[in-house]
Structure formats: C-alpha cells, structure tokens
C-alpha cells in the first residue's frame, strides 16, 4: 500500500525558513512525479512546485518562484521542500503528492496524497 508521510512543519516568524520532508513507501519511487500543493481552509489546493523522476526539470508557482526548492533523493524515496523567506502568506497545510506523467502536473490530479503538514509563518 502507497505511503506518503510528510514531516518538517511547524510555526516560524517572517523571514525565516523550513524544510519539508515526505518519505514514500510502496511504489517505485522514481518512476513517479512529485508534486507539493498547499491549502488552507475553505480554499482549493493549490500547486506549490513540481519535480520529474530525476530531478530534471522542476518548476514552480510564481508565487514561491525564488523562495523555495524542491529536490528528491530516489535512493531515500524522498522529496523535499527548502522553504525559505517565508511570508504569513505562506501559512496552510501542505502535502506531497506523486503522480506518473509530468503531463498537466500544475493540476491536483495525482495518484497518490500524504496527509499534510501544517506550515504556520507569524508576521
């Protein structure tokens, strides 16, 4: 059965900086895309940044463009997300998403969902 734990949340002033983890289990890691989308309540999922199978090619929101970076290593079956200047903005829940095809990755059609984790930047 497919896992993805995220880890790495958690409150932190304006300026600062986080790292988000999301370990997977129960898929071939590198066979998949990997995505991080970001929600905050009564609001849709929103794509945050995206990643191909080897780490290729990535791209992002415009909104995090410059701020954040996403990178993987298929040996740990893990994807990451340095967050840094971070903004109250920026405060949800994020989650780590995988998918198959690099295809439409901007859209919240992925296979697989973590549970989340929540991001809180005090102004």
């Known amino acids: 059965q497919v896992q993805l734990v995220e880890s790495g949340g958690g409150l932190v002033q304006a300026g600062g900086s986080l790292r988000l983890s999301c370990a997977a289990s129960?898929?071939?890691?590198?066979?998949?895309?990997m995505g991080w989308f970001r929600q905050v309540p009564g609001k849709e999922r929103d794509f945050v940044a995206a990643?191909?199978?080897?780490?290729?090619?990535?791209d992002y929101a415009d909104s995090v463009k410059g701020r954040f970076t996403i990178s993987r290593d298929n040996a740990k079956n893990t994807v990451y997300l340095q967050m840094n200047s971070l903004k109250p903005e920026d405060t949800a829940v994020y989650y780590c998403?995988?998918?198959?095809?690099?295809?439409?990755?901007?859209?919240?059609?992925?296979?697989?969902w973590g549970q989340g984790t929540q991001v809180t930047v005090s102004s």
């Open positions: 998403a995988a998918r198959l095809s690099w295809s439409n990755y901007r859209s919240s059609e992925y296979d697989f």
């Open positions: 990643i191909t199978w080897k780490g290729g090619r990535t």
């Open positions: 129960g898929l071939t890691f590198s066979s998949y895309v």
